[in-house]
């Protein structure tokens, strides 16, 4: 098992050298109606990295660029996204082109995903500490 402080300092490089798509999602994630809790971004769970995560409904968002079409790559997404299902969250992703051409879109899914519909009422959402 790799140490904390080691998957915290990755995390925190990766916070440092985000990609532009990174950067366009997470500057828009603020703008969603999320009362009560935040997103986080390259957040350390378990041997693994995220690239967003909102605590309060185990949800866990990952952009993915081209690289992530080759065999080796989607292989390991998978049993990556496996094991974090198993840990009890819900993973979704978007392509990089999705959040480039389609923001809304991309937007309007993960809004459905934190509180059930696009008609659903913001609700206060209260993160707890797994233990």
């Known amino acids: 098992m790799v140490s904390t402080s080691i998957r915290r300092a990755a995390a925190k490089r990766l916070r440092a050298n ?7 999602l997470w500057r828009a994630l603020k703008d969603i109606p999320v009362a ?5 971004r390259q957040a350390p769970i378990g041997t693994y990295v995220v690239d967003f995560f909102c605590p309060a409904r185990h949800l866990i968002i990952e952009l993915d660029g081209g690289h ?4 080796e790559n989607a292989r390991r ?12 969250y819900r993973v979704i992703r978007f392509w990089n082109s999705e959040v480039r051409q389609n923001l809304n879109a991309v937007l309007e899914r993960i809004y459905v995903e934190l509180h059930g519909s696009r008609e659903a009422e913001v609700e206060l959402m209260k993160h707890r500490r797994r233990r």
């Not at 009560?36 to 986080?40: A, E, N």
């Not at 992530?68 to 065999?71: E, G, T, V």
């Not at 997404?77 to 009890?88: K, V």
């Open 18 to 24: 985000t990609t532009p798509h990174e950067r366009i």
């Open 36 to 40: 009560g809790t935040h997103f986080r």
């Open 68 to 71: 992530h079409n080759d065999d």
């Open 77 to 88: 997404d998978r049993e990556r996204q496996l094991w974090l299902e198993q840990e009890g």
